[in-house]
């Protein structure tokens, strides 16, 4: 892993073990969590265009409040892969080539229309 994001990683697990929280972290109620947690952060934009999003992007207070949802977010994905013994890195890594492998440049630029996604084993 990235040093920067191991250190954040190794951070996330201490705060958690510190307060002796491990116990409740199943699998079932980080997911629920983190669904809670992508709502929030959905929240902020609810009924917003884009161009009001854009701009609220300039208010530092929006700003505090979508970076704390992400954070939150991140957090959580982290507390997933911990309990599940999984790369969060390698994992993403992983997926973005299978995406590039699905979605090619010349059949998906500018575009997605899913009759054209191709089928990876």
């Not at 109620?29 to 609810?46: F, R, W």
């Not at 939150?72 to 994905?77: A, G, K, N, V």
């Amino acid at each position: 892993m990235n040093a920067d994001f191991n250190e954040l990683f190794n951070e996330a697990m201490a705060f958690r073990d510190e307060r002796k929280w491990h116990k409740f972290h199943t699998i079932r109620h980080l997911t629920s969590a983190l669904s809670i947690e992508a709502s929030e952060l959905q929240e902020l934009l609810l009924w917003k265009t884009d161009e009001e999003v854009t701009n609220e992007l300039a208010d530092p207070d929006f700003k505090k409040n979508l970076s704390s949802e992400v954070a939150d977010i991140l957090l959580y994905l982290m507390f997933i892969c911990d309990k599940a013994d999984v790369n969060l890195l390698e994992a993403a890594k992983t997926k973005l080539n299978l995406n590039r492998r699905r979605f090619p440049p010349e059949s998906f630029l500018g575009t997605f229309s899913r009759e054209n996604r191709r089928e990876i084993d």
